[in-house]
């Protein structure tokens, strides 16, 4: 059961990295926009990946608490970086 929540944790914390990766380069790519209207979309991607990215992090809290209160070890959580 151990390995499954490390399983767990380590994909929730590869989606978190990757959105705020995807959330760092839309707004970079947002930079270089002068259409207004692409220029808001891009913005407001950035901005969702950001919110998908706190509530895995959220999740990853929720799946720990779990654990706790199952008395299953934690496995060891991994940098969010």
């Known amino acids: ?5 490390a399983a767990v944790r380590g994909w929730i914390t590869g989606r978190i990295c990757e959105a705020r990766w995807l959330a760092d380069e839309a707004r970079a ?3 270089d926009i002068e259409d207004q209207a692409v220029f808001d979309a ?3 991607l950035a901005i969702d990946l950001e919110m ?13 608490e ?3 209160s199952l008395g299953i070890a934690r496995a060891p959580r991994p940098r969010l970086t």
């Open 1 to 5: 059961m151990a390995g499954d929540v």
């Open 66 to 68: 779990q654990c706790g």
């Open 52 to 64: 998908f990215a706190a509530k895995l992090a959220d999740r990853l809290t929720e799946v720990d």
């Open 42 to 44: 891009t913005t407001q």
């Open 29 to 31: 790519a947002a930079c």
